[in-house]
């Protein structure tokens, strides 16, 4: 049974960083393209980053720059460096492999 648990959420102020964690497991982690995405309210769900087997990474235009995605193949594990938060970036953030998808973990950016 596939599983993906984020972690790392949580409110920090305009400026400030966070770093979002998310462990798979029940699958060969390795050979798959990563992804983050998230969903502010309101919103529909957009994706933020993608990370491949190789390490190749792609990011969206809104966050080039400041964000930074990750992964440990022998940790089953993608991160997603963020620096530099604006209030936008609020939402709740999730990871996938396009097929399964975790449960989310919430970033809050105010003051």
């Known amino acids: 049974q596939v599983q993906l648990v984020e972690s790392g959420g949580g409110l920090v102020q305009p400026g400030g960083s966070l770093r979002l964690s998310c462990a798979a497991s029940?699958?060969?982690?390795?050979?798959?393209?990563m992804g983050w995405y998230r969903q502010a309210p309101g919103k529909r769900r957009e994706w933020v980053a993608t990370?491949?087997?190789?390490?190749?990474?792609n990011y969206a235009d809104s966050v080039k720059g400041r964000f930074t995605i990750s992964r440990d193949n022998a940790k089953n594990t993608v991160y997603l460096q963020m620096n530099s938060l604006k209030p936008e970036d609020t939402a709740v953030y999730y990871c996938?492999?396009?097929?399964?998808w975790g449960q989310g973990t919430q970033v809050t950016v105010s003051s």
């Open positions: 029940g699958m060969i982690f390795s050979i798959y393209t």
């Open positions: 990370i491949t087997s190789g390490g190749t990474t």
């Open positions: 996938s492999n396009t097929v399964y």
